[in-house]
């Protein structure tokens, strides 16, 4: 079979299939860290397992198959024990040792981890631990010699992604809630919560822990990806936005330190060496904060001034403020804040903001695929990413450095390019007594944002590399989302899974 190729686009490297006979419910590429082996492990929901290991002439064949107890939801490989784990809709994990040519497995251990399905897992080498989180909200510690659980904790949501610092023993758990919680690890055996990062405003369907810049990344049902400076400590967050689909995949291309986000059937490059500025907290006002206009629900002020005013209000997406319509008629591009396409900003912003500000760092490259993308990994000076299709297959594809370096089209193009489908859904549906009265939500973009208020009060965001000193915690402002959740605690939603 000729594999196609494309000097604009993503080159498909390989094409594994013909042995699942029901969808793919997970999969993983990897490797040995001195490269001698590679391989690809599939799961599926016929509760099928296969291990596709690349031979010397560069083809994939199935050196393994499994049945399984139950379909698999996610799938990791421990290197140091030479192992796999296999998370499961039933809540259980089982774990299985390869054999030294990784034709072989047998089965090491199967413990039970949650009610239900098992979200995400990721493993500590060298604490000899394995963290899971499920939907039963909760979040566990578990032997990866015994299977022993060591430690479990509660948290909001329906777990949906897990990442993790082996430097700082700190995991970032996603929740169905749009709320990341962050964990520090205590000697094996307890959870110490540090903080709740909110700014989605639904579930999380994508997280990426970047050791290299101390950045965690985060994608919501919002299309919203947040990058979260954890390392600095300041609690500092930078939005990308302009994606029109929900986010499956995250990946990180230290070559050119470029974000990849996946958005169905287009790859964003979003390049974060350039300065970016973090997105302000919105303010919340009874008046206009420039001219002082009554907002629509100010009827007290309108009643002491004899007027009537029917001022909606509408916030500055560069300083936050809460302001009318007559002081931001001006729409300008805030590529520094995530803004690709032009956004409302006050009658004084406008005077402040630069070329530089307005300078685009985001592409969008076209896919020509009919599956969503389900996740990347970087592979040397290649990043790569893979699809599952219709037909129970799997497809391999490598991003040339070519592309990720070719000017690409802007978001701007990317939107108009998919607007006849956006515009498939009603404007009426998408209406609230809130909206309609003037409530917080602006009228003029997806602008589901940040504001003052807080029911959880103000969290801590943790130093990485500290220790539990005083000095090492820096309060900051809650990131807390005013706008009503998308069935946070839903137990048949599937907020993490790629694969549908």
Known sequence: MALETGKTGPTLLKVLGGHHRENLSAMLYFGKSDGSEHAMLTAGEDRSMLLWLMRDNGEYWPSVHKELGSPGTVLNYIEANNRIAVGMVNGVITVYNLSEDW??????????????????????TEL??????????????????????????????????????????????????????????????????IAVLQGHRGGITAMLWEPSTEHLFSAGQDKLVIAWDIGAAKGERFEMRGMRNKVKALGFDKHSDQLLVSDEKFIFCWDMTKGRKPNPIWKESDECQLCKAAFLWNVSKMWDEKKVEMNRQHHCRACGKAICEACSKDRTLLATMGHETKVRVCSVCIKKVTD????????????????????????????????????????MYSIQAEVLDAKGMNIEQYREKTSIAAQATSVFGNMSLSSLMGGNKDDDDEDIHATEESPQGKPLVYKLGGDDDEEDKKPVTSLYMSTEQEDPDDPDADYSSPFQ
Do not use: W
């Not at 034709?103 to 500590?124: E, I």
């Not at 307005?358 to 290649?382: L, N, P, Q």
């Open 103 to 124: 034709n072989g497995v047998s089965l090491q251990k199967s413990f039970k981890a949650h009610d239900g399905r098992v979200a995400d897992m990721v493993t500590d």
């Open 128 to 193: 000899g631990i394995i963290l899971t989180c499920g939907r039963d909200k909760k979040v566990a510690i578990f032997s990866s010699d015994t299977g022993a659980s060591l430690a479990s904790h509660s948290i909001s949501g329906a777990g949906t992604q897990i990442q993790y610092s082996p430097a700082a023993k700190i995991c970032f758990v996603g929740d169905s809630g749009g709320n990341i919680h962050m964990l520090k690890i205590v000697d094996k055996s307890s959870f110490k919560e």
């Open 356 to 395: 530089a500000e307005r300078c685009r760092r985001a592409k969008a490259i076209e896919c020509y695929s009919k599956a969503h993308i389900c996740d990347f990994y970087m592979t040397g000076s290649k990043p790569m990413y893979v699809i599952a299709t219709p037909d129970h297959s799997v497809k």
